[in-house]
């Protein structure tokens, strides 16, 4: 049997209206329909009763994905950097042996003496360069083995393939490069990408 949830206010009311009179000392007769409506208000409290004593769920903010670090990462390029001496050649000059005296008053009374003798000249300046080199973690022995056999297929390197970069490697480097245009022992990306070491788009 259903009954409709009729509150109990309701049920109040109509005993006031019917002439009864309620007090906190008056027992109010308890009908049928009462006490069904009174069973359906317990159970419902009763089964709502867990859902507002539960914890409340916390929900994790999630985090955007980020990119990939190494995707993102630009090659690094390094750089070598190599110091030039000037170089000077001797050339016949005078050189100055005794010097003139002057008067007071600025008359000259004895010229300055010269000699013959050669003369230092400056041929090339004290000069700096810096260019495009593999990085050291690209100068594994596997790396520097290869560089020894393909200099040596060009004719620069005689010695054995050992995978280190001694002088008899830094020595090959120098010549391979100075006989095109590059005065240096430290090999370069570009010599690197000449010998077929390095790719082209290789930075």
Known sequence: MKFPLVPLAVLALGACAGGGQLSSNTAVPASSDALAISAIEASVDSALRPLSEAAPVRLNPVKPAQPARDSLATPRICRAREETPAIYEQVMGEVQVVQAEIAPDGTVLRPPIYRKAPVPRIVRPRAEISFEAPCPEAMTPEFI??????????????????????????????RYQADRGLDSAQL????????????????
């Open 188 to 203: 370069s990306l570009e010599t690197a990408r000449s010998l077929g070491l390095v790719s082209v788009g290789a930075g």
């Open 145 to 174: 083995a290869s560089l020894q056999r393909a200099l040596g297929a060009r004719g620069y390197f005689s010695g054995n393939v050992t995978g280190r970069f001694d002088a008899t490697t830094s020595a090959a480097v120098k």
